[in-house]
């Protein structure tokens, strides 16, 4: 078992426990934090969300995470802080003051998590803006409230905050100075530097975890029982460069790192549309990019926008050589793909610039928000002089795999983006999926869904030129 | 000392049962639950799940000392399966060990064997079968056989209304700790301490007064943990009375989907009948509740779902029957509102669908038909201070029904994508448990010597305020600041006899039995005051932290005055009971006054829907809502808005899934979605009306659960918008509209032409 070295709140602290428990069952079950609580134990309410500080070039920069999705050997060498470590020590900070004076707590159970990813905002946050404070608790479910005491409360903080700190230099010491969050803020680097905290070199037949969202979720009891490692100790893995005329996305390149990259967004436009679809803060903050792909869920948003922008995926054996597979051919069948025992995905590698390309990303669920997709589905498509030269059509929910509708594109391809390409490019679409009934939706629900999505897209990327009254 | 729950809970310091610091020795629990909806237990062998390192016992219904039953209204239920079993998730055997995690590995070794038999799921096949929990029961009045011929206008359809997990933040919990001789203090996450304690003392064989439980607070209960709550104290008092160790019983989050219960989904067939103004003349509607496998409180929900048949309107012939109906599912329960929303659905979208027949406008038929000052509801009982017109029109004067419907129609004829909906829901709820026997409180006031005052009552704290409410009745009453009072835990041992805290009446039951003690308290402050201040009692108030002598401050503060009358041997505690008068129920002819009074409102709704996706936004809820002379407003505001976002999510979001054999699919988190922020309407605008209410504590109402039902306003404005994207269709009539139901419907086939 590891010795596992991190700063909890104020403190340095130990942990000798198996590197794949969750945080949250440390805390609760070894530390009498009960604080952070546990409300569904799958990253699904953020009752348990705690800020995960990591040292970098800029400080510590702290993330708001789900504690129930983190397995306790990423602390080490980090700042783990919970709602204990936020508390001042008399009164209240302007995050909990506002919930107070708002009357906004009811049974209480779920609000040490708003708290938590409120304060994560007050770190992360360019402006303050009530958008930033809204998109900072996504993840935060509450059953009491209705969230309208907490929208008034946010108003209120939001308003306070503006003209209090300078955006450009750090924020957490401008908050220390300001009384907002506690001392330990301000010299955690110094204090995690002499931690001296570094692992020992990880044995190759561990168990990888990328940001461990959807392994904790399934393996959650044996994962508490053995070690394992972490691609964020692998700094290659967490850059995004551009190489020649791609742009090489690492596969431990977070969901929040990615769609905040401006040079990822110029490529593929529509990250920015499905960052806020995917999961919530909590999970962004964590999941990973390769994570997602080997996951192979067929629904995966990430997956489908990557298909559609023809990615093609690195991927590195246990000694360290290198190959290079098409997306659409690393999903070989349900939850099957091609990944052989010790190779891991190193990169994700997209065209830096398509010319005349555009992109349209659209996903159904059940909830708009914090929730997994009935069908997902991105389309690129390349219009020359108003006709589609070429189109790269993918569709997440309708087969075992994320699937590449090549039928569907094919048939949108030479023409201008009209309504009887579109519905051709629909009927080709529905020959080629093969949806099934389960607890997302009917299979004659999604195959409906998906050709409704693929007229979406049309929508979005013809605008002016197609009205959806001759779609439908 | 922090002065409110709200400071704790900013700060994560509140305490729930699963933060309690473990006792020494402390075991934790996980129950095994039948993985069949229906069978024979063939075989049942815990050796394996014994022999594993950290396990202390395993215990199955042979090991239970008392009655093997947890049924309140009727005994139906054991605490763990005996011979047979009725439901997926039925606890079954309850293992012991030093972790959570070492009982959940040894769940999985004991060997269970069940002979499947034929499992029902559907409430209409049971009732089909004869597989009733009680037999079914009507409410009636005039002669609707009779009216019929008189109507202008027969409509006549069906309307389902689906379950709801209640998804408490805080899943099902309790720590029993065994004491000396037998007793047991137990710890229980329940809404009704009386119900666990004489459970618990029934399982066990013990006398109540062996059995003390204690509640400071649940994360959420929403009426799942008013009958729910049980089994699990029950279990956890087991175990510590087999072992003698304390022991943790908490659900997880999968465990707690699969073994409670929910909201019960409904099925229902209506016949409207309307004269040629469109008054409705005549209502027969026949529900088929689906109880699951036991009683629970079932029915008792039936029965509010026949007081709620017809909604906010006056209906002078009515014929309405509910069959209670058993089934293999997990026996469903309380939940917020308990069959009253399961009927005002129905009739609302009766009328919906009567509108569209008629051409008119919906709002046209609701106002004309709202219930008006002594107007009879078919149970007997007139509408006193009927304030069904008062809130509608107010809601009407400040938002503007006809203008927001006018706009609504204006963008329709001009946007080929996004079609809008406008709706007005109007709420008239009954306030008292419809069992007038548990319409009594007790509650116990100690004032200290330093002048600090503790107040118990059986109120459970929720999330509802209703601590909160209490303390400031004893402030009030005691003319002290509300600093000063601090309300305790509920506690059997304190306060006995307690009904469930249930029903939106915790506050009035709990909050004037308070104010009967306090009052008794300051009687003897004011007679020492008198001997003090050398004058007539009758001239004396306890008000502002002191003693008041014709309105004027006297020298005598209240410190100085608690100080004397405890060393001149006054009585500083007093202990006060109070029963709702006037309620009286004859099930024999199905007539009588139930309730106290009634809470009205109205909301009005609009919606988004995108006819290519068939994804919605809702756009705003406005509504007026009668809060009468609040205890707390911020309070009040929170129940309403937190009950309308559970009431929305019922109407559209919320969705339980079983598969054939009735495993539940939606089973955890990640599968069952309840609102989020995003989800919430764009626009919320609350306004309160704040006519006082003669009938309960200091003005004010109950407010817990009639808000809910606001949220059915949002299926009825999504289905005013698929009239207006489907006008050749008629509307929907099965809820939650969920975004596959919306597209479906949408893309739907024309109906074929009928002739009239």
Redesign the interface.
Known sequence: MATIRLLLNDRPATIAAPAGLSTLAWL?GER?L?????????G??G?CTVLLGEAGTGGVRYRAVAACLLPVGELAGRHLV???GL?PPAG?NP??QA??D???????????GF?VSLCGFLLASDDFSVGDA?AS??GN???????????RAIDTLCGGMRGRIDPVAPRAPQLVDAGILPRHFADAAARLAALDALPAADAADLPLLGGGTDLL?QRR?PL?QGEARFVSRRPDLRTIAAEGHRLVIGGGVTITELTASSAALAAVPALGVMGPLFGSTLVRNRATVAGNLVNASPIADLAAVLLAADAELEIEAAGGARRRVALENFFLGYKRIDLSAGEIVRAVRVPLRVADAAFSF?K?????????A?VTGCLRVVLKDGVVTDARLAVGGVAPVPLLARGAAAALVGRPLDAAAVRAAADALDAEIAPIDD?R??A??KR??AR??L??HA?TLAPGAL???E?? | MKS?????????????V??L?APAGCLEAAVLGSPVAHGRIVRLDVTQALAVEGVAAVLTAADIPGENQTGTIILDEPALADGAVHCVGQPVAVVLADSA?VA??ARKLIELEIEALPAVLDPREAAALGHHIIPPRTFACGDVDGAWAACAHVVSGRADSGGQE??????QAALAVPAENGTLLVHSATQAPTAVQRVVARVLGLPMHAVQVDVR??????GGKEEQATPWAVLAALGAQATGRPVRLVL??ADDMVMTGKRHPYASDWTLGLDADGRVLAWEVVYYQDAGATADLSTAILERTLFHSTGSYFVPHVRATAHCCRTNVFPNTAFRGFGGPQAMFVIETALAAAAHELGVPARDLQRKNLLSEGATFPYGQAAEDCRAARCWDAADRAFGFAALAAAAEAHNRSD??FARGVAVMPVCFGISFTNTALNQAGALVHVYQDGSVGVSTGAVE????VARKIRRVAARTLGVPEARVHVETANTARVANTSPTAASTGADLNGEAARLACLQVAERLRQVAARELDCAADALTLHDGGIHRDGAPTPLGWDALVNKAYWTRTDLSAHAHYATPRLGFDRASEKGTPFAYHVYGTAVTEVTLD?????YRLDAVRLVHDAAASL?R??D??QV??????GLGWML?E?L?WSADGRL??D????Y????????PRT?EVRFLEDPNPRAVMGSKAVGEPPFMYGIGAFLALADALRAARPDLPGPTTAPL???RT??HL?APSAPETTP
């Open positions: 609760r009498q009960t604080g952070t609580r546990e409300g569904c134990n799958e699904e309410c009752a919970t709602i204990e508390n209240l995050v909990q919930l107070v708002e009357g906004a707590p009811q049974c209480g159970f779920c609000f040490s708290v809204v608790i996504d479910i509450c059953r009491c409230t209705g969230y309208a005491s907490i929208l979720v009891d508490a659209e159904v669920s059940r909830r708009r928000i914090l929730d997994i009935t607890v939706g009917t004659a629900y409906l869904l409704r999505i007229m979406a929508l009205r959806c009254g779609l439908l | 409110d729950d709200r400071i704790l809970h900013v700060r994560g310091e509140s305490v729930f699963d933060d610091p995690t959940r590995r209640h998804f408490y933040l805080e899943t607070r649940l994360g959420g209960g929403f997880d989050r080929d994508r929720m999330g509802q305020g006819r290519l996706l068939g994804t707390d911020a309070t505001l929170g808005e937190g009950a309308l976002a559970q979001m969705e899934a699919l939606t955890t988190a990640g599968k979605k309840v609102p989020d922020l995003d989800f919430m919320l969920t975004p596959e597209l479906m893309a």
